[in-house]
């Protein structure tokens, strides 16, 4: 066999861009390891980081890299899922705080929403861009099924979902050590409604009690998002 | 691990029935989380469930392994951004203030509201704050 007719028996099976994306999860764990889990050195931000560059490289479009890596994406589901057992471990903490959390919800999903439409509106962005921006802190299945109800773009609704996921990851640890805050729960409840998953995944590697509201405070927003943008949206813009 | 990988699936698929079936607002798998946290809380009530048999169960391991890998599970979704980053086009600096004041904003307000109402509240100091 040839290395053309190798390259395409790769791109037609899902095994290569399977492995490679699990490969450059690994290298870009062992590099945040290396400067011990800083927050810039983002696993997700470097992992997509090296496969965009492999892409472009290897002249591969998304969907071919897609037949691979959809079986990765697919955990999403059944992981969010799984937020239910350190939910239920730490069941009583969660019962404890709950009217700080039902403040931090509302407080928290309204700034959101409107912090953001606000900013971009002040700088001349137009309506259907803004409806695409205003989601961008809930989940992303979520935040595209609610830009495409209210007219916006779904597609760029989850590339800003993914961006707000990042930048939250990366803000928040030293933000919260700067205000001395070391109450977990409130630091994972913040990072989880800002920033979603993969806020919630940053919150899970500092603090087990921290990734367990990061989880519930993604749910809560998941159901209250929708309902806010929808009312709040029209006073905006 | 089966049996745990099925449990995950299970209430994944039943909460992605009943969201789209009652065309509820809420994504099936945050549906399928809260009926895993009431099915353990109603299984531990019928039989005594030890946090350590919990975290040794099969629904455990699985759950802690997925938990422990969550970042992985956003490549693929981040890597597609990247192709659309075009969307951005002439409005790429607006959007990208947006999120930074935004997120930053959420942050603060977020955490402050938090930490107002508990002690407001007069809340006791819990295992979560170390």
Redesign the interface.
Same mark, same amino acid.
């Given at each position: 066999m040839n290395s053309f007719r190798l390259w395409v028996y790769l791109q037609t099976t899902p095994l290569f861009w399977l492995a490679a994306?699990?490969g @450059?999860?690994l290298v870009a764990e062992a590099l945040a390891g290396a400067v011990r889990r800083n927050p810039l050195v983002n696993?997700?931000?470097i992992?997509?980081a090296l496969?965009?560059a492999l892409?472009r490289l290897t002249a591969t479009d998304?969907q071919t890299?897609?037949n691979g890596?959809?079986f990765?994406?697919f955990?999403? !589901?059944?992981?969010?899922? +799984?937020?239910?057992?350190?939910?239920?471990?730490n %069941?009583a903490?969660v019962r404890?705080?709950l009217?700080?959390?039902?403040?931090?919800l #509302?407080?928290?999903s309204l700034?959101?929403v409107v912090? @953001?439409?606000g900013?971009?509106a002040a700088?001349?962005?137009?309506r259907v861009?803004l409806v695409s921006?205003a989601p961008?802190?809930v989940?992303?299945? /979520?935040a595209m099924?609610v830009s495409e109800s209210l007219g916006g #773009?779904p597609?760029?609704t989850?590339?800003?979902v #993914?961006?707000?996921?990042?930048?939250?990851a990366i803000? /928040?640890t030293p933000?919260?050590n700067a205000?001395r805050?070391?109450?977990?729960?409130?630091?994972g409840?913040?990072?989880g409604?800002?920033?979603h998953?993969?806020g919630?995944?940053?919150a899970?590697?500092v603090?087990p009690?921290? !990734?367990v509201?990061a989880?519930v405070?993604m !749910?809560l927003n998941?159901?209250v998002t929708? #309902?806010l943008v929808a009312l709040v949206l029209p006073w905006v813009i | 691990m089966i049996r745990g990988?099925f449990v995950?699936?299970f209430?994944?698929l039943v909460?992605e029935v009943v969201a789209r079936g009652l065309a509820l607002?809420?994504?099936?798998?945050?549906l399928?989380? +809260?009926?895993?946290?009431a099915?353990?809380?109603a299984w531990s009530h019928w039989r005594p469930l030890s946090?350590d048999a919990?975290?040794a169960s099969e629904?455990?391991r /699985? +759950?802690?392994g997925?938990?422990?890998?969550?970042?992985?599970?956003? /490549?693929?979704?981040?890597?597609?951004?990247?192709?659309?980053?075009g %969307?951005?086009g002439q409005?790429g600096?607006?959007?990208a203030?947006?999120?930074?004041?935004?997120?930053?904003?959420?942050?603060?307000?977020?955490?402050? +509201?938090?930490?107002?109402?508990?002690r407001l509240?007069g809340?006791e100091h819990?295992?979560?704050?170390?």
């Open positions: 994306t699990l @450059a999860f696993p997700v931000l992992a997509v496969i965009a892409l998304y890299y897609f890596a959809q990765v994406h955990l999403l !589901g059944p992981a969010t899922v +799984a937020l239910g057992v350190p939910l239920y471990r %069941l903490l404890r705080n009217a700080p959390m039902a403040a931090a #509302i407080v928290g700034v959101a912090s @953001a439409v900013v971009a700088l001349g962005a137009p861009v921006l961008k802190s989940t992303a299945g /979520v099924a #773009i597609p760029l989850a590339a800003l #993914i961006a707000t996921g990042i930048i939250g803000m /928040v933000l919260m205000l805050i070391q109450d977990y729960a409130a630091r409840f913040s990072v409604l800002a920033s998953g993969i919630t995944a940053r899970f590697s603090h009690v921290a !990734g509201f989880g405070a !749910g998941a159901v929708p #309902i | 990988l995950l699936l209430c994944q909460g607002p809420v994504p099936g798998p945050v399928g989380l +809260a009926l895993l946290t099915g353990l809380a946090d919990l975290a629904v455990g /699985v +759950a802690a997925l938990l422990g890998s969550l970042s992985l599970l956003f /490549v693929p979704a981040g890597v597609g951004v990247v192709q659309y980053a %969307l951005f409005y600096l607006a959007l203030l947006a999120l930074v004041v935004s997120t930053f904003a959420t942050l603060l307000a977020t955490v402050g +509201a938090f930490l107002l109402v508990k509240l809340l819990s295992e979560g704050e170390a």
